[in-house]
């Protein structure tokens, strides 16, 4: 929180993105086991993970441990779950009084779920559905996420995820949704833009009541959402999502943090000029991303906190301890300095990453990352 601040901690804090693939193999179990029959749940598998390593957590819950409350009680509904070729199969099906959503979700033993089959086919001749795809919430109930934030307790942040508007979070609910949404945006924007706004009118009404509850922050952002639509697309939906969002949410005292992997550079520049965003990652290098660390740490580490920014694959995945403690020491000397930097990876360390690369970078942020 105090690298969020722009301030100095006593050493810089190390924050590994090991959300989903590290915690899901450590806990021995078929990933099924975790994202389908939550035995244990990813919070808990994450939760062991920072135990496991002594890293700084950051938890961020999208409303599954805070539950929306629904003026119009239609549910999805589940279906037997089936197995195919090794994987689990689970079909849901939302009935409505002007039709029936489905969608299908292919479970894996050793990697993360994938939705295979999305409720919206036409987004065009889906009109009358987006209102029962984002209903209206009446209240949340906050129970369980009451009791996951006291048992997190003093192991980093937790937080909410309020993902910004784009191709990259519509394409969720839309089959081949950045096609659609890419041929609609050039020749029927009139579409687009109506079930932006259906989407948004349920998205503020959820921030209002995140906001209630008082996280140590808000993350904001999602995968590639940069990197999968053109620059100027994401200025158009996203960055005033953003600019609202780290307004109301400074006004209430709580930090913001933006995640997107991918190319990023120009991202953090309209981010620390337009935005009161706390702070931003996973400022990926090349190949994977365009940011340079020592660049934007002289542009803009007076403005926002830096996040970032080993390679996941190059460095973590396939290099040795060595390899982790000169790049996490170059990461340290390129932004710690002054304050305002969090040491982490690229987006998402592979599964097979090797526990001591993890433990290295550990050692490295509480020995050399620590401050005079």
């Known amino acids: 929180m105090a690298a969020m601040r722009l301030e100095k901690p006593d050493c810089v804090p190390v924050c590994p993105d090991t959300s989903n693939m590290v915690p899901c193999r450590l806990t021995g179990k078929p990933f099924w086991d975790v994202y389908l029959h939550r035995n244990p749940d990813l919070y808990t598998a994450y939760r062991n993970t920072v135990d496991f390593f002594g890293f700084d957590g950051w938890w961020t819950d999208y409303f599954s441990a805070v539950k929306p409350v629904l003026k119009n009680p239609l549910e999805w509904r589940a279906l037997p779950v089936t197995e195919t070729g090794g994987r689990l199969i689970q079909r849901s099906v939302l009935e409505t009084p002007e039709g029936t959503l489905q969608k299908e979700t292919t479970y894996y033993p050793a990697d993360s779920p994938t939705v295979t089959e999305k409720p919206i086919k036409s987004l065009k001749e889906s009109r009358h559905l987006w209102k029962y795809l984002f209903p209206e919430v009446t209240r949340i109930d906050p129970s369980e996420f009451i009791l996951q934030k006291k048992d997190w307790g003093e192991r980093g942040i937790y937080g909410i995820w309020m993902p910004a508007p784009g191709f990259n979070l519509w394409f969720d609910w839309i089959e081949d949704g950045i096609t659609q949404c890419s041929v609609l945006y050039f020749e029927e924007k009139d579409v687009l833009d109506e079930f932006n706004a259906v989407f948004m009118k349920h998205y503020w009404t959820l921030f209002e009541m995140a906001l209630e509850l008082r996280p140590d922050f ?77 660049e934007l740490k002289r542009l803009y580490g007076g403005k926002i906190c830096l996040m970032g920014n080993l390679h996941t694959t190059e460095v973590m995945l396939f290099g040795s301890t060595t390899d982790v403690e000169a790049a996490a020491k170059k990461a340290i000397d390129d932004a710690a300095a002054g304050g305002g930097f969090i040491l982490s990876t690229g987006d998402q360390c592979g599964r097979d990453t090797p526990d001591e690369n993890i433990r290295r970078l550990v050692e490295v942020a509480r020995s050399y990352g620590k401050y005079e």
């Open 218 to 294: 808000i993350l904001t952002g999602g995968s590639g959402g940069f990197a999968l639509q053109s620059p100027a697309i994401w200025r158009e939906y996203a960055l005033p999502v953003v600019k609202e969002l780290t307004r109301r949410s400074m006004e209430a005292g709580i930090p913001t943090m933006i995640h997107s992997c991918g190319r990023q550079a120009e991202m953090v520049k309209w981010c620390a000029e337009e935005t009161d965003l706390s702070c931003i990652n996973p400022l990926e290098r090349p190949p994977m991303g365009d940011c340079d660390l020592r």
